[in-house]
């Protein structure tokens, strides 16, 4: 399926093959195009993603959780330390995150690269990445 124009989806935009974006993509649902997606739209964001920190130490959100805009991080075990969770480093993505990890532990999230933002348990934050760092979009609440 290909697109030529700028797509608003405010539902689940469903392709059989290729999906290829020549304008702008905003989605606020699922994307399903089992022959994958293509465009200037880099990461196609949508819906929300719980993951959860599996051991006291760093980790990395994994891609299958990377494309919710929405992620409620949460912990395997009780956090002992601040814990990075590196997140991709794709200019322009957006994330709204809730610490509701265990041990009373903030959580930096950053990109492979750059400095990232901590955000303490319990509280949530919008961020982005500008292309070289994660920074925030709000203070937490």
Partial sequence: ?????????????????????????TLTGAVSAPGGVTGPVGLLQGGL???SIPTDANATLPVANASACILEITSGVSL???RTLTLPGTAGLEYTVHNGTTGAQSI???????????????KRACIYFDGTNYVRATADT
């Fill in 80 to 82: 002992t330390a601040t």
């Fill in 49 to 51: 993603a719980t993951y």
């Fill in 1 to 25: 399926m290909e697109i030529n124009e700028d797509v608003i989806a405010d539902g689940s935009l469903k392709a059989s093959g290729n999906l290829a974006v020549k304008g702008t993509a």
């Fill in 108 to 122: 930096t999230l950053a990109a492979a690269t750059g400095t990232g933002i901590t955000v303490a348990t319990g």
